[in-house]
C-alpha cells in the first residue's frame, strides 16, 4: 500500500523538481529595441535551436529539456496555422499562443507524476514599439506580462538584475545586443567575459520587414554585432567618468563661493545716504556682483 502524500506536498515536490532542472541551463535573454524585439541564447549546437519562429510577428525561445519545448514549438505552431485558417491571420497572436501553452503545462504538471522541465517565452512585434509583446511562462503554467526586456532560465534574477542595469527605451540593436551580452557574460549565469559568435544563437523581430518578421543574425554580421557591442561597453566606464569630473566641477563652483583669483568685491555704499540698487544699465544685471555667472 503507497504511503500518503498530501497534495501540497505534492505540488511542493514537483515545483522543486522542475526549478532545479530549468536552472541547470544558461539564462536566455529577450529585449525590446526600436527597431523589433532582441532574442539571445548562449547555444553552442548548430542542430539544436532555441529560439525559433511561431509566425509571422511572433517567436518562441525557450530553456530546459529539448524534447519538451521542441513539443510545446511543434503544438504551438501547429495552433497558428489552423487558428490563421480557420479565422485570419491577424487573429494568431502572442497572447492567444501563450494562454494555450498555459493551459498545456498546467494540465501537465498538475496531472503527469513528472511535471516538465522547461520555462518558455512566447514575443510579438507590432508595428509600433506599444504594440511589442513579451510573455514568460512557467513549468507550472504560470504566465506573466514583461514590459521591456526578461531574463529567463537558469540564474534568471542575476541575469535580470545586470540586464536592468543596461536597459534603457529606445535601444538600437547594437545598444540591446551588448546589453545583452553584458547580462549573459555575468559570472552568476556560469559566463565569461569573452563569448564567441560560435556559442550563442541570435535572432531578432524585425519591425520593419513585411509579413514574416523573424531573421536569425549569423557568421559575419553576428561578429560585426559583437564586435559594435565591445565598443559600447568599452565607451561606458569613460562617460560614467566625465560626469564624475563634471559633478565634481559643479560641487567646486558653489553657490556664494568667490572664483579662485578674483578679488571680492566691497558692497558698501559710497555715501550715506540710502541704497539705490545696481545700476540698470550696468553689464552685471541679474549675474551677482564681481561679474559671476548665475548658477
Not at 65 to 71: D, F, G, Q, S, V
Not at 148 to 163: P, R, T
Request: hydrophobic share 35%; proline share 6%.
Amino acid at each position: 500500500m503507497p504511503f500518503y502524500v498530501s497534495p501540497e506536498q505534492q505540488m511542493r515536490d514537483k515545483a522543486d523538481y522542475a526549478r532545479k532542472g530549468v536552472a541547470r541551463g544558461r539564462s536566455c535573454v529577450v529585449v525590446q529595441y526600436a527597431g523589433g524585439i532582441l532574442m539571445v541564447a548562449p547555444n553552442s549546437s548548430s542542430a539544436l535551436h532555441k529560439i525559433s519562429e511561431i509566425y509571422d510577428r511572433i517567436a518562441f525561445a525557450a530553456v530546459g529539456r529539448y524534447n519538451e519545448y521542441e513539443n510545446l514549438r511543434k503544438a504551438g505552431v501547429t495552433y497558428a496555422d489552423i487558428t490563421g485558417y480557420q479565422f485570419d491571420r491577424h487573429d494568431v497572436t502572442a497572447r492567444g499562443i501563450a494562454n494555450y501553452y498555459a493551459s498545456n503545462l498546467g494540465t501537465i504538471f498538475t496531472e503527469s507524476p513528472k511535471p516538465w522541465e522547461v520555462e518558455i517565452v512566447v514575443a510579438e512585434v507590432g508595428e509600433q514599439p506599444d504594440g511589442d509583446q513579451i510573455y514568460r511562462i512557467t513549468f507550472d503554467g504560470s504566465v506573466t506580462d514583461e514590459p521591456g526586456f526578461v531574463a529567463f532560465g537558469g540564474q534568471a534574477d542575476q541575469v535580470s538584475a545586470a540586464l536592468k542595469e543596461h536597459y534603457a527605451d529606445d535601444m538600437s540593436l547594437a545598444e540591446a545586443f551588448s546589453a545583452a551580452l553584458e547580462a549573459l557574460s555575468a559570472p552568476s549565469n556560469g559566463g565569461s567575459n569573452e563569448i564567441t559568435a560560435s556559442q550563442l544563437e541570435v535572432a531578432i523581430l524585425d519591425r520593419a520587414r513585411d509579413h514574416r518578421t523573424f531573421r536569425r543574425i549569423r557568421a559575419a554580421r553576428l561578429e560585426e554585432l559583437i564586435s559594435e557591442s565591445r565598443a559600447i561597453a568599452a565607451l561606458a566606464p569613460d562617460e560614467a567618468a566625465d560626469s564624475a569630473d563634471t559633478a565634481a566641477a559643479s560641487d567646486a563652483a558653489a553657490p556664494g563661493s568667490a572664483p579662485s583669483g578674483s578679488s571680492e568685491v566691497s558692497s558698501a555704499p559710497a555715501d550715506s545716504g540710502p541704497p539705490t540698487g545696481p545700476d540698470p544699465s550696468s553689464s552685471d544685471r541679474g549675474s551677482g556682483l564681481g561679474g559671476t555667472p548665475p548658477l
